[in-house]
T-cell receptor
Framework: EAEVAQSPRYKITEKSQAVAFWCDPISGHATLYWYRQILGQGPELLVQFQDESVVDDSQLPKDRFSAERLKGVDSTLKIQPAELGDSAMYLC????????????FGEGSRLTVL | GENVEQHPSTLSVQEGDSAVIKCTYSDSASNYFPWYKQELGKGPQLIIDIRSNVGEKKDQRIAVTLNKTAKHFSLHITETQPEDSAVYFCAAPKNTGGFKTIFGAGTRLFVKA
């Protein structure tokens, strides 16, 4: 069964360092999402891509976060510099629908900033 | 903008009992209402969804009901089992040109054996 792949699963870093997360969506899925999930809360959308284009990054803290999906397939989310409040699970999801439909999530990348 | 409110935040039931989780949404244009289950250390996984042209959908022990007039939808789990213990999220779409899925805050369900 096709899955969304994410790496690394766990990342521990010190504040002010740079971190990067990688996501490979299900093959053929045009829409890719990065969500942040703080412990005990629901996922919050950071950025949404349709192919290689950003369609929503209204909640992405652009002073320190960046995301790209250069070839419209895999994607990278970067944080520089990391802050203590960035500690969270970073979830990648993909979907094939151009209308509202099922999101397929990866297992997430858990970030701890010390 | 779209707000999705979910309650209760925690629910504890005895094995075999039913569990009900409720969500309300604010955008009357929303037309797709999924429920996701998240187990410890994993990403959320869709368990059931409903579109706005129907009022109820069932899949074995799981059902979702939708009241578009009142803008709320509910997840019903019957004959609960210990493996149903997880965090459940409701969600609703917000049309932003594409579709942005807004999640509720989650309900942690404990099923006691």
């Amino acid at each position: 069964e096709a899955e969304v792949a994410q790496s690394p699963r766990y990342k521990i870093t010190e504040k002010s360092q740079a971190v990067a997360f990688w996501c490979d969506p299900i093959s053929g899925h045009a829409t890719l999402y990065w969500y942040r999930q703080i412990l005990g809360q629901g996922p919050e959308l950071l950025v949404q891509f349709q192919d290689e284009s950003v369609v929503d990054d209204s909640q992405l803290p652009k002073d320190r976060f960046s995301a790209e999906r250069l070839k419209g397939v895999d994607s990278t989310l970067k944080i520089q510099p990391a802050e203590l409040g960035d500690s969270a699970m970073y979830l990648c999801a993909s979907s094939s629908d151009r209308v509202a439909g099922e999101l397929f999530f990866g297992e997430g990348s858990r970030l701890t900033v010390l | 903008g779209e707000n999705v409110e979910q309650h209760p935040s925690t629910l504890s039931v005895q094995e075999g009992d039913s569990a009900v989780i409720k969500c309300t949404y604010s955008d009357s244009a929303s037309n797709y209402f999924p429920w996701y289950k998240q187990e410890l250390g994993k990403g959320p996984q869709l368990i059931i969804d409903i579109r706005s042209n129907v009022g109820e959908k069932k899949d074995q022990r799981i059902a979702v009901t939708l009241n578009k007039t009142a803008k709320h939808f509910s997840l019903h789990i019957t004959e609960t089992q210990p493996e149903d213990s997880a965090v459940y999220f409701c969600a609703a779409p917000k049309n932003t040109g594409g579709f942005k899925t807004i999640f509720g805050a989650g309900t942690r369900l404990f099923v006691k054996a």
